[in-house]
């Protein structure tokens, strides 16, 4: 654990001994050191020095069954003698931090380093008068007022470039500090059950404390180390941290170590909590990381890991799955961020690295980059050659010493006009407007009852055009109620009267349901008055402990006479066996066994059942077809869910042997067969009608029966009576896609999902299959986008698979939420609507904002162009540019981001994966707009002096006072720009750019503010803006000139695309490169896209001046990877672990699901889930 480590302990340890004293018989490091153990060490050293668990909990002053009493002071107590549940985050960066990076801009240092010299040249005055013969150049500097003004656009450009920092450095900070508050209210989504005081009570996991009891069941991930006091069946996937894929037994006797941050992935049981936080084994991972990443970081970069352990530890922390405890989240966030950029590039990109439109935007950015890049060269070449042709070689001067710093100066504002070019052709907003998109989305989809964990998900849910969710709870409201039941060879319609049934059957059945389920399903008084009964824990239990309410019998004094401890043997349910079993020792000695499950696995196993007197008869496979025909299936066909219910005894003498499963579960004696409904939500049919006309189609994936499935299909609206299509089980499923060795054939899937709509009794391993079927097929052009819900752990690697996961917040297991990308609070299939229509939202947002922003950026690249190489001088200053340029970009993403998404946006079918970016009517708007801009320019810049009658403006000399004629031009222009921001916000060619504006109060006050600042740049902004004030008269004609742009367009949108052929090339430029693109993200040959390799290369200048796009993108990425921790670390030595995640999967063609399934999520679903 290296010196560091040992000397802090020393410390610690030193203190807390003396906290014997204080009331504990154990310290911090006995606890420490015993968690270090496995196995049979473990136990042997327990009982050598505890005497067992009963005396460790008595040292700890807990009881194994009433836990922790729950006194404040006691908490408080062990809080500070054993530490806290949470890893302190690091720090976020400081606001200087991100100042300092936003400096890192190149084209801002570039700026910044003109400016200096224009300003150093402007104090130079050059000796003696024989600046005559320096000629034409210096005669406005004669002025004396003047030339002492030669500062000011130094100066001016300085502090405009101040601010540009300080608006990105901000961005960057408010979208830090949402993170971490996204990051806070996840932690505190996560929540354990706890006995403290004899009841179970729900607690954050950051309040539990060493010597609490915490109840571990079925999908849990373990927020702490403890050891097992009783457990049942519990199997444990301890892949985070020992990176062993096979799932590890544990019980109190053999193995009873559990560690944080592993899953559960069977079973269940209760443990002591024995090490929090700091102290539990993931946490003293991550000290060490955290502790050793600085020195190690300049190691790890050049690929040196000198220290063996340290190497050890990191494999161990990087298959650490994104939860590592939840808890640990904040560190993620920072971790993220600093990862090295080449380790990221590294990291192979898998289908979640990058969202779609990141790709597109990244490669847009770096085309128009280098357009910008080539036009202010050529600029800078032709403003200098003009100058020196028409000085030296026209008018044949010479170059004179004294001159050279009026001549530099002149050289300085070239090179500052061309830089100007650059600034403006750039669009650094574009990342900006995605992020801000994003954040603003995520924000308001909390109160849409959507939790995003990757900003991208967001993004690619407008994309999607396949749903696949789960029936119990997304589409139906999991309150399970009983409403039929099959007894004593009565099938009763509604629940009967007690005194209807045998008395003997009647105990055997409430024995059979209040034993054989978990302790912790209970059904509570409602929270208000008149309201339905609160179902807590397994809601088909609850249905059942419903039953036996019904029939006026209770089970919790049933659960008294025989508690969870006194059960012999418990078989929890799983996937693969369906069902679940309790073993009792009756007072006899004698066992019995008491089963439940779906009622055509059960039914199968019995070979009894009871009659009408409450004796066994026999149950030949004949009666078994008989009783499916008249009851399963006309319950199934209510949409019912069916379950059976059965029992069976076993002599004391010889005790059989319980590990054999298959000499257990047979030969039983069936009670009754209890049909259970959960009714359909009542908002779903709605919402699924709406994502029908956006294009979607919803399919249904659960593990109920056929019957039951297509009757709640029908309900919802997923199929309507008369179509074509496809309802099929599992076994149908798997015979379809499978040829004869078992393997599954792409072409064969491709027969069955487009038709397919509900599939039944499927397993996890067949949803995963569906999804990656329905995403690699190529049956149709465009690519499908997927989207899955899953609740249980085995749906990980579906979730994963799928382009979004959605997991159940209230219903879904801790594995399944690491999964998911989004998750939804309320478990609402209307939910997952609001995400599509959030998507799109963002989508049409970044498309409003690249409209408005190319419009810009042509119209002021081509006027500072042409007019530098006409009249030697922009029309618009390097300072005015810089406004401008902080309008469109920051501005106008922060007003064209935020629109808030309408109902229409589900009219329309989904964009596509191949969907160029600018679409043929945004081609069209673009220079549609542009024309008009220009054309008004130009005649102001050329004959504006007449119009107006004023001075012309043009062949001004170096530091001449600002003229009326450029001002009039600057605020034209930008009353143009103010006026089309307002078209901008309608990109297919709707008619009304006013509608819903008001319901954008963001978007108003950006214009307004914009228009204000406007008055006071041209009315005081004097020397520094170049603006000399106009009387009114003016300003009228120049918002006049603005409000054209409303009225031009109208006029174009009547245009209809068809004439404009060339719009169609216009459009699909980016497309075939996107296709390319795609097609290497799905052969997973290529890891990273054209413009990042463009980028990558970095042999020009520029586009290492694309690292303000980079860091943007960049916190958009960390945002993504920080929420699973995994993200930093596993990138920081991606090709580590990548050799070991390759050998979890079977097919080659998950290769690069590789870092996903490198989860401990899914190391254990691979090997079974892909057959």
């Known amino acids: 654990m290296g010196d560091m480590t040992n000397s802090d302990f020393y410390t610690k340890n ?18 420490r050191s015993l968690m270090e153990l496995r196995g049979t060490e473990a136990v042997v050293r327990i009982q050598e020095d505890s005497g067992g668990i009963e005396g460790l909990c008595q040292r700890l002053k807990t009881s194994p069954t009433e836990g922790l009493a729950g006194v404040s002071t ?215 990381l955290g502790a050793g990443g600085e020195e190690e970081e300049k190691k790890e970069k050049k690929g040196k890991m000198q220290d063996g352990n340290m190497e050890n530890c990191q494999t161990k922390v990087k298959k650490q799955d994104g939860a590592a405890a939840m808890e640990m989240q904040p560190l993620k966030s920072a971790e993220g961020g600093e990862a090295d950029e080449k380790e990221k590039k590294k990291a192979s990109v898998s289908k979640k690295e990058k969202s779609v439109l990141q790709g597109k935007l990244t490669k847009l950015a770096v085309q128009i980059g280098k357009a910008g890049l080539v036009m202010s060269a050529i600029t800078v070449i032709i403003l200098v050659l003009y100058f020196a042709v028409d000085n030296f070689v026209l008018q044949k001067r010479q170059w004179l010493p004294e001159c050279t710093p009026i001549y530099i100066q002149y050289f300085v504002k070239f090179f500052i006009i061309g830089v100007t070019v650059l600034v403006v052709a750039v669009p650094e907003g574009l990342p900006l407007a995605v992020t801000i998109s994003l954040a603003y989305s995520v924000k308001k989809m909390m109160k849409d009852n959507n939790l995003v964990r990757h900003l ?80 807590v824990g397994n809601k088909t239990e609850c249905g059942l402990l419903g039953l036996v309410l019904d029939l006026k019998r209770d089970y919790q004094t049933v659960r008294n006479q025989i508690p969870e401890e006194k059960l012999y043997k418990v078989y929890t349910f799983n996937s693969v066996r369906k069902s679940m079993s309790t073993v009792i020792k009756l007072p006899d000695g004698s066992f019995r066994m008491y089963s439940k499950g779906a009622s055509e696995i059960i039914l199968k196993k019995c070979s009894r059942i009871l009659n009408e007197v409450g004796e066994p008869r026999m149950f030949r496979p004949r009666d078994r077809d008989e009783m499916v025909k008249k009851v399963i299936e006309p319950m199934a066909c209510d949409g019912l869910r069916t379950i ?21 579960l047979t030969d039983l004696t069936a009670i009754c067969v209890v049909g259970i409904e959960d009714p359909v939500r009542p908002e779903v049919p709605d919402a699924i009608l709406k994502c029908q006309r956006a294009g979607i189609t919803v399919r249904m994936v659960t593990g109920d029966n056929i019957n039951t499935a297509r009757a709640i299909a029908i309900k919802c609206g997923i199929i309507h009576p008369g179509e ?67 609740d249980g752990t085995n749906d990980g690697p579906a979730l994963k698979k799928a382009d979004v996961g959605f997991a159940m917040g209230i219903a879904g297991t801790d594995v399944a939420k690491e999964a998911s990308d989004i998750i939804l609070t309320d478990d609402n299939f209307s939910s ?34 042409t007019g530098a190489c006409i009249t030697q001088d922009s029309p618009l200053k390097a300072v005015q540019m810089l406004w401008v340029n902080l309008i469109m970009d920051t501005f106008a993403s922060l007003a064209l981001a935020t629109e808030p998404p309408t109902e229409s946006l589900l009219m329309r079918k989904p964009y596509g994966r ?24 130009f005649t102001l810049l050329f004959v504006g002096e007449q119009i107006f009658d004023i001075d012309s403006g043009r062949h001004a000399p170096l530091h001449s006072p600002p003229s009326e004629h450029y001002t009039i031009i600057f605020n034209t222009f930008v009353m143009m720009q103010l006026f089309n921001e307002i078209n901008a916000r309608k990109i297919h060619g709707e008619r009304n750019v006013f509608d819903g504006i008001f319901r954008n109060p963001i978007f108003c006050s950006i214009v307004l503010g914009t228009f204000a600042i406007q008055i006071v740049i041209v009315q005081f902004g004097g020397k520094p803006f170049s603006c000399s004030p106009l009387d009114l008269e003016k300003w009228m004609w120049c918002v006049f000139l603005g409000l054209g742009e409303l009225v031009w367009g109208q006029v174009i949108s009547t245009i209809p695309n068809s004439k404009l052929r060339f719009l169609k090339g216009a459009g699909r430029l980016t497309q075939k490169d996107e296709m390319t693109a795609e097609e290497e993200l799905n052969e997973d040959q290529e890891e990273i896209d054209h413009a990042e390799r463009e980028l990558r290369r970095g042999q020009i200048l520029w586009f290492r001046g694309l690292n303000r796009i980079q860091t943007q993108i960049e916190v958009v990425n960390t945002f993504k990877s920080g929420t699973s921790f995994q993200g930093a670390l596993r990138r920081q030595s991606s090709t580590t672990s990548q050799n070991q995640d390759v050998t979890n999967v079977s097919s080659p063609s998950h290769v690069s699901l590789s870092n996903a399934l490198s989860s401990p999520t899914s190391t254990a679903a691979a090997p079974s889930g892909q057959c």
């Open 14 to 31: 030193q203190r807390n001994d003396s906290n014997h004293a204080v009331g504990f018989g154990c310290s911090l490091m006995e606890l």
């Open 724 to 790: 074509d299509f496809l309802c099929i089980d599992g076994k149908e499923f798997n015979r379809r896609i499978r040829n004869e060795k078992g393997e599954v054939e792409q072409e064969r899937i491709d027969k069955v999902w487009p038709k397919l709509r509900v599939l039944a009794r499927s397993s996890p391993t067949d949803k995963h299959t569906l999804v990656k079927g329905i995403i690699d097929s190529t049956l149709v052009d465009q690519r499908q986008v997927v989207a899955v819900t899953g």
């Open 456 to 535: 991208d998900a967001c993004e690619t849910m407008g994309n999607a055009t396949a749903i696949c969710s789960d029936k119990t709870g997304t589409l139906t409201t999991n309150r399970m109620t009983a409403v039929q039941c099959f007894v004593a060879d009565v099938h009763y319609k509604t629940i009967p009267d007690p005194g209807s049934i045998p008395p003997k059957t009647l105990d055997t059945l409430v024995n059979a349901i209040s034993l054989n389920s978990a302790y912790t399903t209970k059904i509570l008084p409602p929270d208000k008055e008149g309201g339905l009964p609160k179902q």
């Open 74 to 288: 006691d908490l408080d107590k062990r809080r500070e003698v054993f530490g806290r549940n949470l890893i302190p985050p690091k720090k976020p960066k400081t606001f200087l931090q991100l100042v300092w990076e936003a400096l890192q801009d190149v084209t801002l240092i570039i700026l910044e380093i003109a400016a200096l010299i224009s300003l150093g040249l402007s104090f130079y005055q050059p000796p003696g008068e024989g600046s005559e013969s320096c000629g034409t150049v210096s005669a406005g500097a004669e002025d004396e007022g003047e030339s002492e003004a030669g500062w000011i656009e130094g100066a001016a450009i300085l502090l405009s470039v101040v601010c540009v920092v300080l608006v990105t450095a901000f961005n960057d900070w408010s979208k830090e500090k949402q993170f971490r508050g996204l990051q806070s209210r996840i932690e505190q989504e996560q929540k354990f059950q706890v006995v403290r005081g004899s009841q179970v009570i729900q607690l954050p996991v950051a309040d539990i404390v060493v010597g609490d009891i915490a109840q571990i069941k079925y999908g849990d991930l373990l927020p702490a180390d403890g050891i097992l006091i009783q457990g049942n069946d519990l199997k444990i996937d301890e892949s985070s941290l020992t990176g062993e894929s096979d799932h590890v037994r544990k019980s109190a006797d053999k193995d009873p170590m559990l560690l944080s941050g592993t899953h559960v992935m069977e079973g269940s049981g209760r443990m002591l909590v024995t090490a929090v936080g700091v102290n539990s084994q993931t946490g003293i991972i991550f000290t060490l």
């Open 914 to 937: 191949n969907k160029p970016l600018i679409s043929s009517t945004m081609t069209k708007n673009i220079l549609g707009h542009g024309v008009y801009q220009l054309i008004i320019i």
């Open 644 to 664: 059976c219910v059965a029992y069976r005894d076993f002599p004391a003498d010889p005790e059989p042997n319980w590990e054999e499963e298959n000499n257990i």
């Open 832 to 865: 997952i609507v609001k995400a599509v229509m959030w998507g799109r939202n963002v989508y049409d947002s970044i498309s409003k904002f690249l409209q408005f922003q190319l419009t810009v950026n042509v119209v002021a690249v081509i006027v500072a162009f």
